[in-house]
């Protein structure tokens, strides 16, 4: 069995209950690939699997009204157990709302908000361990890249979360490009699958042929309608975390993306 494809669409810090309402209402009525219908609940099996992040506040409006197929997932949660600290949202909430997937480790709250390699691989686990599955992002600046240590720093991101889990089996691995996030700069293709093929190697390496075949790494960065298929040809590219284009219609497009996989 393959590595199934995997799309996710990370809303960010926008929308207003309008848009958002819109957005689910267009995922809702999309003709997104599938492989069958699940006995008399007309349920489809899609091509793809696909997890959409929208902000906290909008998280249990969208899992309630959101087809079935689709999931959710958390931007965010904090490192530990909760208590006494404002703000934040603990891995037990989301459990207890029903929300199965989290993103951990993005480019812009390491960024913005200092989260160390360490910290995110803190964060990981302890979402593992809850009962969570975590999209985990990395990713190098455009200073890194034009110094030549693009694996460096990405082998440095995974590897500070693979010192503190012990399976893989419920982590997506997001190679998130920051000087692609959001600049409608892209990685070409062969970017993409250079340093794909390059965190495959590493997981093979340092951890197992196993996880090495099995786990799945999404590129984000500026992905669109026009440029998901030639991307999603690439060998070692399993689907996306999309920024921007999974607020509109052409997220639809993206998904349909899987079918190149399938072809």
Not at 97 to 117: K, M, Q
Not at 183 to 210: N, Y
Not at 214 to 233: D, F, H, P
């Amino acid at each position: 069995m393959g590595r199934k494809f995997f799309v996710g669409g990370n809303w960010k810090c926008n929308g207003t209950t309008d848009d958002v309402k819109k957005i689910v209402a267009t995922l809702n009525a999309g003709d997104l690939p599938s492989t069958d219908i699940v006995g008399n609940s007309q349920q489809y099996i899609l091509l793809a699997e696909v997890v959409v992040s929208p902000p906290f506040v909008f998280l249990t409006h969208v899992k309630s009204e959101l087809r079935p197929e689709i999931q959710v997932a958390a931007q965010n949660c904090w490192v530990k157990k909760g208590g006494a600290f404002t703000g934040e949202v603990s891995a037990e909430m989301l459990v207890n709302l029903g929300v199965p997937w989290v993103i951990l480790g993005h480019s812009e709250r390491r960024a913005l908000l200092n989260e160390t390699n360490e910290f995110v691989g803190d964060k990981v686990a302890y979402a593992l361990s809850q009962g969570l599955k975590v999209i985990a992002c990395v990713g190098e600046t455009l200073e890194q890249r034009e110094a030549g240590t693009t694996m460096e720093v990405v082998a440095a991101q995974t590897k500070a979360i693979a010192d503190k889990i012990s399976s893989w089996d419920d982590v997506v691995l997001a190679y998130e490009p920051v000087w692609a996030i959001g600049t409608g700069k892209v990685a070409s293709p062969a970017q993409a699958q250079e340093v794909h093929a390059g965190l495959r190697k590493w997981f093979g390496e340092k951890i197992s042929a196993d996880v090495a075949s099995t786990t799945r790494i999404i590129y984000g960065g500026s992905v669109s309608g026009s440029n998901c298929k030639e991307l999603a040809g690439q060998p070692d590219v399993d689907g996306f975390l999309v920024g921007g284009a999974s607020l509109k219609p052409e997220f639809i497009d993206i998904i349909k993306a899987a079918e190149v996989k399938c072809a």
